[in-house]
């Protein structure tokens, strides 16, 4: 934020299996990009001891290992880690391998080498939404200014056994929350910054999985809700409600654009 200092939050860790030290801190260093952190590791016997005293949200090792194939070594790094998935790095039209013959021998994900950053950026939100699949409650994330509106919002979410996440404008959203493990975004309009208009636009295009509902007060006489609340439509937003409004109906806004679940972007290991 402007004025401001802040760490980015990070958003999750990898280990990172490599022979080929370069290579190895050159995903570290695409992975921090996207704000995932990575533990290296240029050996098997090493990845396996990492693996058995600390979690990762994936797990990324080249084909060959120790001189030895994928499907030689997948099934220790499954037993170490059996709930992370395993993406396989390889080289496009390595010994007449392809990205399904990878799958076949073990890995959830494929990425092609050399690694690049648009390769990563689409690992990630495949990865992510490995995850959501085997998540069992929804995640919502209110974005409101007023602080009190918020704090009930977050509460009632809360009550009904939603797992809930807070945002004071599309900024902080942004900043400071992975928006990939979001399933819903519920936004007021009319706040500063980007607002909730430009908010739910850019939402809808980098997380197409994100349900929106957009909230809204009239902005005078001639403003109201409702001419407010049909921009954020065209924007994305597949609920709207106009202020003030009571919590049965909220709740009732987030239940029904839940109920087109799964809305899940299927990984297409064949694709960088």
């Excluded at 030290?21 to 240029?42: C, G, V």
């Excluded at 992975?178 to 997380?207: S, W």
Aim: glycine share 6%; aromatic share 6%; net charge negative.
């Amino acid at each position: 934020m402007p004025g401001q200092s802040q760490t980015p939050a990070m958003f999750g860790s990898v280990l990172v299996l490599d022979n080929d030290k370069p290579h190895a801190q050159h995903a570290a260093r695409l992975l921090h990009d996207q704000r995932w952190t990575s533990s290296l590791a240029f050996n098997l016997p090493t990845a396996l001891r990492t693996l058995h005293s600390t979690r990762f949200k994936m797990i990324l090792t080249d084909s060959y290992i120790d001189g030895s194939h994928f499907r030689s070594f997948v099934e220790e790094l499954r037993a170490a880690a059996p709930t992370t998935p395993i993406t396989a790095m390889m080289l496009r039209g390595q010994r007449g391998e392809n990205a399904q013959d990878y799958m076949s021998f073990g890995a959830d994900f494929v990425l092609l080498k050399p690694v690049e950053s648009h390769g990563v950026k689409a690992l990630i939100a495949d990865v992510s939404t490995w995850h959501r699949k085997r998540q069992r409650q929804y995640t919502v994330l209110v974005i409101e200014q007023d602080v009190e509106l918020r704090a009930e919002l977050c509460s009632v979410l809360a009550q009904v056994g939603y797992k809930v996440k807070a945002a004071a404008n599309m900024e902080d959203a942004f900043f400071d929350h992975d928006l990939h493990a979001v399933n819903v975004v519920v936004t007021a309009v009319l706040i500063p910054g980007i607002g909730g208009i430009e908010g739910t636009r850019q939402i809808r295009k980098e997380f197409p999985h994100i349900h929106v509902v957009a909230t809204s007060r009239a902005v005078d006489a001639k403003i109201t809700a409702e001419h407010v609340l049909a921009a954020a439509r065209e924007a994305g937003a597949e609920e709207t409600l106009a202020k003030p409004f009571t919590m049965i109906n909220f709740l009732k806004a987030v239940e029904h654009v839940l109920q087109s679940e799964p809305r899940l972007i299927e990984a297409d290991a064949g694709e960088e």
